[in-house]
């Protein structure tokens, strides 16, 4: 037999999975406070869908195989492709605006490097249908709101937030040349991770740009604050109308109580070449980690996959980073869910009374376990104590004659005789 | 773009999901309520995992590819492999018994038929480590309970228990010699779908039986009730052992109180080779579905596979077949759930208040939606009926000035003034 996973597959033990789990319910939970219906689509999906929209060099970084009805398939490396052929299924019946949310498992196939993994869940969530920042916003708060509901205060997560549309007018405005802004772009992208000479090198070589319009280009990047990002603006043609998404959507955050979180960051772009106006990304606090969260508005993606032409912003934010955070933070949640109850037969005649209560507590909600074999008390005990049941509840002859049992507290140590209709009532699952 | 998901794979619009949530839910919760732990696997695997139980012959009926790093995988067909894989890895330190479930998606590349999928979720449940008959009725009634926690009673669901030590020995009382014993259960196994002469005919067929031999032995798959079985199972050498496990697992059951639920019918075999002692299925009352369920014990798999030499009991319960149950029973869950409320902004001004009440209503875990863009009261309580909201919550610059808003009770069409403080108690969240 195998002995482990694939390289870059987790196995999830049952700590794992309550990590995991924990994270989802939070994921569901925020979302359907902002009123997101989840959907999900298949892990398989034909390889079209993705070379479509990320051309034919994509096909190197997915797993894709040639099935036995003779289609080329992939295990999906990302949800927007098959978000835009649900939507465009339905897009007339759908009741815009959208808000619909996914959990799905991605893959990639990344050459393995510092244990880097090739599937990770995403949540993605995305508002479809509205071009205004009211819905920028919305999202970027959603994001936050995950941090929030899962401990994080504002000293553990910073969302950094730019609008594309600006930092373009800005460059623009810098001197860059309409066909140059790519390169200026990918510069600004690459501010915080390499050395500013090389980038100015790299801007400057194969003439792209003007040494002096280079500078002034990575300039715009280091750009920080609304303020800053406002007087810039002024500056250049068209710049105050430009801003006006970006000021809405920072207001926005701040009417909903969130500004504590947000920074305005022009360096923020988002490698992605379909992101058309308010980008951003969710980091911890001390950048210690790869980004939480990224996302903004891709305007014209939807119809340029083939799919309906309406506006959209959205996001995926992975488990992977999130759960090393959680720890890090220790504001993971402990061990998997610990029994109520562990329900132990004196003797063998004892058993089916134990049934029959075990069975009782597990339809009122209750957690419960007992020993599926005859064995000694000290060794049902002992068990009930490794699953970490709260209490113990002894049932012995003398305890079936008068319909009741014996409950022990297993973390305080006292004990005490109860009655059937204690049983009944709150004895056991009263602490809950 | 590919307009639909590959053959046999579903997309799960909102109210699709809805339906496998609930059903996910419901999984969970009884599986925590009978002190099962969650675990989780991934979706791709060695494919030598699976050729090691099944024989090659099971690659017909596989996705498998070979990744660029030249390894042999396969999208997962069930779990079991994995989680011998799993519990091997820590088997020692695994506290026995061993309560494990888990809810994988599970795929099989099946030549497409009147419908069928190619992929679907199910939910394992496993006890490993325990031989005794209480484990087997504890993943019984797990099963049981999932059925009744969905809403479905004893006419809607039957669970159908065997055992094949009792079906081996009363089959060797019957005159089947030891080597013909495999056919005799795969003639059991099919006595339901195939004409009882089409039976006997295969059974005499190349000298595997004698006629009369086959007659016996096709009636022992006739057997029903535990009476019955107890009687004829008196009769055999050996009998009145080997059917006390029998005995004491429906005992349980009905300790449980969940006999009405349970028919003792030798006719179940369950296809499969690896089982070794009580094997059940669940399927609906009126049998025009296929199982809902099926299971049982098989104690030599685990070491078979490679893993650790440990007795186990579970089962596999698809969330197909459950899903048409609950339609067809009016039993499944409304659509994908609708708002708390809905917050109407009057003017552009009164929306930053909107924004700031919206929030606040999340942050109390209440479920709440606005309009993302500026548009007429009538426009914004349209969509706040197509959101199925419960209020609708207007916020003028007259409710402004005084901190309150309006509250349409949009179910009773009731609107009235509430104040700020109302707001911030039970004005909107109150009913939920």
């Known amino acids: 037999m195998p002995a482990r996973a694939l390289p870059g597959f987790r196995d999830f033990y049952p700590d794992d999975t309550a990590l995991r789990n924990h994270i989802f319910a939070v994921w569901r ?16 999906e034909p390889l079209e869908l993705y070379t479509q929209k990320s051309g034919p060099e994509i096909v190197g970084q997915l797993y894709h195989f040639r ?12 949800m927007t492709p098959t978000l835009a052929r649900m939507v465009a299924a339905r897009a007339r019946a759908l009741k815009k605006p959208i808000r619909w949310f996914s959990l799905p498992q991605l893959f990639r196939y990344e050459r393995q490097q510092r244990g880097r993994l090739r599937e ?4 993605n969530l995305d508002v479809i249908g509205e071009p205004g ?30 609008d594309r549309q600006v930092l373009r007018a800005l460059l623009l405005g810098a001197g860059v040349a309409e066909p140059s802004l790519g390169a200026a772009f990918a510069a600004i992208d690459k501010i915080e991770r390499e050395p500013r000479d090389r980038l100015l090198t790299w801007l400057t070589e194969d003439g792209k740009l003007p040494a002096g319009v280079a500078q002034r280009a990575l300039a715009v990047g280091d750009v920080k604050g609304l303020p800053a990002v406002q007087d810039a603006a002024r500056k250049v043609p068209g710049g105050p109308a430009v801003v006006e998404p970006l000021v809405e959507c920072v207001g926005a955050l701040e009417a909903m109580g969130l500004s504590a979180f947000v920074d305005v960051d022009l360096c923020i772009v988002r490698g992605l070449a379909y992101y058309s106006g308010i980008v951003f990304e969710l980091f911890d606090a001390q950048r210690n980690l790869r980004a939480i969260c990224g ?36 504001v ?8 109520d109850a562990f329900l132990v037969a004196v003797t063998a005649e004892d058993t089916p009374a134990v049934l029959q209560l075990a069975h009782a507590l597990r339809d009122r909600g209750g957690r419960v376990e007992f020993s599926l074999k005859e064995q000694s008390i000290a060794k049902q005990l002992k068990l009930a104590s490794a699953r970490g049941a709260r209490f113990a509840v002894i049932i012995g002859p003398e305890e079936r004659q008068r319909g009741g049992a014996v409950v022990r507290d297993l973390r305080r140590g006292e004990e005490r005789a109860v009655s059937a209709a204690e049983l009944a009532g709150d004895a056991v699952l009263g602490g809950r």
Chains 1, 2 share one sequence.
């Open 29 to 44: 939970t925020v979302a359907s406070r902002y009123g997101f219906e989840e959907y999900d689509g298949p892990p398989l």
């Open 120 to 123: 990770h869940f995403q949540l």
């Open 133 to 162: 920042p009211l819905a920028d916003a919305e999202v970027i708060a959603a994001a936050i709101d995950v941090a929030r509901l899962l401990g994080l205060g504002p000293q553990d997560v910073r969302a950094r937030v730019s």
């Open 332 to 339: 993971a949640p402990g061990a998997a869910g610990s029994l």
């Open 67 to 78: 099935d036995r009805g003779d289609r080329e398939v992939a295990l999906r490396p990302e």
């Open 295 to 330: 996302g903004g508005r891709y305007d014209g993606l939807l119809a340029a996959l083939g799919g309906a032409d309406l506006p959209a912003v959205g996001f995926g934010m992975g488990d992977v980073v999130l759960g090393e955070l959680l720890k890090a933070r220790a």
